[in-house]
Each structure stands twice: as structure tokens, then as C-alpha cells.
């Protein structure tokens, strides 16, 4: 509980928590006089700035670390916790600290900022356009704020995005999953980037995942309905765990009735190979822990015969979990059994615009991870109109929003940092400035705390009020699993 990263962080440049300012450790900042306009516009946060402070001699330093004292003899606040560490160790130490976060991380240039986007083969081609567009545009856009080589007279922290052009490099994949990390490491030595934004998959992101892990490259935002969950994660941040998520909004309305009233099995539908296929998994192992009888039945092919068939050993008192494509649904020919619970997968399905036939609609809930569309209008009308002011068309317009988001996003927060340009650190600024913005796109609303790397975390479980093309309604209340 008292390791420095917890407080410093990574980066060793500090956190504000509440009332609480956590200093940078790093050797610039500790090594150099904490006074005047030049140390205090090069600290990673102004509330950093410890006034008149004397620059730390190794003595000094190691003094602070051991008794928590600073150069001038005034105590550190009670979070601060004491270490009784020999000379070598403190020696060890000091030494790190004084190369911790040094120079701009590569991808860094004078004047540009190196950026990829990552696109896997089996990413729909109209949402690889819908992003594409975005992207261009919004480089193109962002370089309009560049100054050239000659910086302000007065420089601020606003001013410090147009110290830099941002470049974007176009990572295209080919073959399969299994063959990704290598074509990555071999475009990273080419083009060395600071930084992954956005990004498209049609199916696994987990390659893309581990390779931005080991490379230590952040990864914001891309455009996944499968991410890849891990504990030991820092540099990929998701807008949330997609069809991971939904399947535990189902586990949470399967547990909801009273123990009379459940399900007596859970009867999942999805083509195999498809993300349906890991959702189920994730349901089946939230519904086995609640004690609930389980039966998957993968499709080979998505035709009416084939889906017939799935629904056709179900009974009464059965639950029916559809993750199923849009196109999947309009071959759904036979009426829902009796007395059944339906609930099927907003993401895959096409979420208001589901094609969800007659006879189903009465009957089934439909998981929907982002903000009702009726309260989603208002915050759609800011990235929608830069679209129309920029020309964009709209051919997908989550895929384009969220990547609007994801670009915004990353601007706002490197106006934040100034010229400390490190990895370590936009990750870091993006947790704490997160859950601030206005403008969230379908989200209700986006927030990380620290090691959090899905920045929106529940959902709705929704009904149809009539045909097809009527609005939807709530049928549970926010759900955060």
C-alpha cells in the first residue's frame, strides 16, 4: 500500500486526489528550484508548484525519503509514508528517480506528434471509411492551430497544442489474428508513434491489446465491441467492456426475480465465430455462479432452417439470448415459444434499429449500453454539426462519433501536459480529466480512476413500444453491474 507508484504514479510526475496534491518525484522536478515562471510552466499540473522551494541534493533527498522532511526542514503531510531504506537501496533509488520520465517518448518529434490508427482485416469496410473520415479530418484540423518554430512570447498551458503537427499513420493488418503482433512490431520499427488513437476490429482486439501493452504504447479508444479484459493492463483504455457488458447486464436481470421465478434455463443463440460466441461464454460463466442451467447452441450458418432449429427444444420458463446481427434477425421466421424471456444484444443487433420481427418485439428486452436515445439527441448535436461543418458524411455514426470523441479527447488532455510529452503520463492526465468533459457522444457519461480502463461501466435493459421504426423505452433503471 505505500509503493511510490501508487501516489506518484507511473510517470513519477504526481495526482491530484480531491484536496490532496501528490508532487512530481522525477529528477527535473526534484533536482531544480521549485520557484519562477520557468519551473512553474514546465510542472505537469500548476497545483504541483511547492513555492520556494530549494532544489534536493542526493543528502537531502534521502533525508525526505527517510524522515519526510524537505530541503528546507518542513514535514510532509501525514500520507506520505516514511522508508527505511540502507544506502544502496537509496542510492538505487535516487539514480532511477533522477532518469525517471526524462525525455519525450518516441514518437515525439521537434514539432510533431507520431500517431497510428490500427485497422484489422475483418473490419467492416464502411466503418473503416466512417473512422477514416474522422480521423482525416480531425489532423487535418488540428494542425490548422500549429504556430511553426517560433513559440509564443508569453507561453501558457493553453497554448502548447500548437507547438506540434500531428501526423496519423495508417496500420493496416493482414491475415490472421495469430500473425498481428508481429506485422505490429515491424510497422513500429518503421514508423515509431507515441501514441495509438482509435482503430477498428470486426472481431478480437486482444493481439492489438498485447502488442500496445508490451511496447508500452497508449491505446485510446478504438472501435471494439470485444475487448480484451485484463487486470494487469495499463496503456489501452475502451469506452466499455461491449458485449462483455451486456452479457452482465443479462446475468443481472436473470438474478433479479425471486429464486421462483427464474429462468429455468438460459438458451443462448449465436453463430460461431462471431463475438456472440465470447458474450455467451461470459453469460455462461455468470449464470453457472448464480446457479443457473445453461445451454449454448452455436450457429454454422445464419439462415431461417438453421435458427428454427436452435429455438426449437425450448420450453416455457426458458430464458432466450439472442446474439445475433441485424441481418441474423430478419431471418428469425418462428414465433418465440410461450411464457419465454427473450433478451438479445443491443450492440449486434443495430441497438433502436434492431430488425427485430413482430412477434418478438412484445416479449424481449434488449441490453443497451449507452445513453437512451431520447436523452442521447442533445449530446450527439456537438460532434454531429463539426461533421456538418467539416463535410463529413455520415456512414456510421457511432463508429464516427466515437472516434470524434477519441481524438477530442486526446487534444483536450495534451493541453494539459505542456511538453511532457511521455506515454506514461497521457494515460495518467486522461484518468483525471476524464470524467469532466461535457461532450460524451452516447454515453451517459465517461470516467476512469486510477488502473480503471473502461470508462463507461453499465447500461439499460430496454423494451420495444411497438413496430418497427416506433422509440424504445427503459425497462430497467441504469445498471452498472
Known amino acids: 500500500m505505500a509503493a511510490c507508484v501508487n501516489c506518484h504514479r507511473r510517470s513519477g510526475l504526481g495526482m491530484i486526489e480531491g484536496q490532496t496534491v501528490v508532487p ?4 527535473k522536478h526534484l533536482f531544480h528550484v521549485g520557484e519562477g515562471r520557468d519551473a512553474e510552466m514546465a510542472l505537469p499540473h500548476p497545483e504541483a508548484k511547492s513555492a520556494n522551494r530549494a532544489a534536493y541534493t542526493q543528502v537531502t533527498l534521502a533525508r525526505a525519503l ?6 528546507e526542514g518542513r514535514r510532509f503531510a ?5 522508508f527505511a531504506l540502507d544506502d544502496t537501496t537509496m542510492a538505487l533509488l535516487i539514480g532511477y528517480l533522477r532518469q525517471l520520465s526524462r525525455g519525450p517518448s518516441p514518437g515525439v518529434g521537434v514539432d510533431t506528434l507520431q500517431f497510428a490508427t490500427i485497422i484489422t482485416p475483418d473490419a467492416d469496410p464502411v ?28 507561453p501558457s498551458r493553453t497554448q502548447a497544442r500548437a507547438q506540434h503537427r500531428w501526423q496519423l499513420h495508417v496500420w493496416t493488418l493482414a491475415g490472421g ?17 507515441f501514441a495509438v488513437i482509435s482503430g477498428i476490429s470486426g472481431s478480437t482486439w486482444a493481439p492489438v491489446h498485447r502488442f500496445c501493452e508490451s511496447e508500452s504504447i497508449p491505446c485510446l479508444f478504438p472501435n471494439v465491441d470485444l475487448p480484451l479484459v485484463s487486470q494487469q493492463g495499463f496503456y489501452t ?23 421462483a421465478e427464474r429462468a429455468r434455463r438460459v438458451i443462448q443463440i449465436f453463430r460461431s465465430g462471431d463475438i456472440g460466441a465470447d458474450a455467451a461464454a461470459e453469460l455462461q460463466a455468470l449464470a453457472t455462479t448464480a446457479g443457473l442451467t445453461t445451454v449454448n447452441r452455436p450457429l454454422q450458418a445464419s439462415t431461417a432452417a438453421a435458427i428454427a432449429a436452435a429455438l426449437k427444444v425450448t420450453a416455457a ?30 450492440i449486434m443487433s443495430g441497438l433502436e434499429h434492431a430488425p427485430l420481427p413482430e412477434a418478438w418485439r412484445g416479449v424481449a428486452r434488449m441490453t443497451f449500453p449507452f445513453e437512451l436515445p431520447s436523452q442521447r439527441a442533445t449530446l450527439l448535436n456537438y460532434p454531429i454539426g463539426w461533421f456538418t461543418l ?9 463508429t464516427q462519433v466515437d472516434t470524434y470523441i477519441a481524438c477530442s479527447v486526446v487534444a483536450d488532455t495534451f493541453g494539459l501536459m505542456l511538453d511532457n510529452f511521455l506515454r506514461d503520463y497521457l494515460v495518467e492526465r486522461l484518468e483525471a480529466t476524464l470524467d469532466s468533459r461535457l461532450v460524451v457522444g452516447y454515453y451517459s457519461r465517461l470516467g476512469l480512476a486510477a488502473g480503471q480502463r473502461f470508462a463507461s461501466k453499465g447500461g439499460y435493459l430496454v423494451r420495444f413500444t411497438g413496430p418497427s421504426g416506433t422509440p424504445i423505452a427503459a425497462a430497467s433503471e441504469w445498471l452498472v453491474p
Open 66 to 71: 527517510r524522515e519526510g522532511v524537505n530541503p
Open 317 to 346: 420458463g426458458d430464458a432466450i439470448v439472442l446474439w445475433l446481427r441485424a441481418e441474423e434477425l430478419t431471418q428469425l421466421r418462428v414465433a418465440p415459444p410461450d411464457g419465454a424471456t427473450v433478451f438479445l444484444s443491443g
Open 78 to 82: 501525514f500520507l506520505m509514508p516514511r
Open 24 to 27: 512530481p518525484v522525477t529528477g
Open 177 to 193: 489474428p495469430e500473425s498481428w503482433e508481429t506485422q505490429l512490431h515491424e510497422r513500429l520499427h518503421r514508423e515509431p508513434v
Open 127 to 154: 466503418k473503416r471509411r466512417a473512422m477514416l473520415s474522422v480521423l482525416e479530418q480531425y489532423f487535418g484540423r488540428e494542425n490548422t492551430f500549429y504556430h511553426g518554430e517560433s513559440p509564443p512570447l508569453q
Open 390 to 398: 467539416h463535410n463529413v458524411p455520415i456512414l456510421d455514426a457511432r
Open 237 to 259: 483504455v475502451y469506452y466499455s467492456k461491449g458485449v462483455l457488458l451486456e452479457a452482465e447486464l443479462i446475468a443481472r436481470a436473470l438474478e433479479d426475480p425471486p429464486p
